[in-house]
């Protein structure tokens, strides 16, 4: 049986995360999906980041500190 092909370490898909998204929601990330015909997985991902650009042009903390510390 033939190995998979080498991917770059940038390539490899490190995990799953499972994310809970309404009915609604599910409907039109796939309509969006098929719309720009990337995954959702990509929308999801480019998503996540420009959120958090925006947060952080903001200067919004993107979660409170604990004061235990962390752990």
């Known amino acids: ?12 898909k490190a995990r799953m995360i499972p994310i809970r998204v309404s009915q609604e929601d ?5 309509e969006a999906s098929k719309k720009f015909g990337v ?4 929308l999801m991902r480019e998503g996540a980041r420009s959120y958090v650009k925006r947060l952080e042009r903001k ?10 510390g962390s752990s």
């Not at 092909?5 to 940038?10: E, M």
């Not at 599910?26 to 796939?30: A, D, F, I, R, V």
């Not at 200067?59 to 235990?68: A, H, I, L, N």
């Open 1 to 12: 049986m033939p190995k998979n092909p080498y991917k770059p370490k940038h390539q490899v």
């Open 59 to 68: 200067g919004e903390p993107t979660r409170k500190e604990s004061k235990y």
């Open 39 to 42: 995954p959702i997985s990509h």
């Open 26 to 30: 599910s409907e039109w990330l796939e």
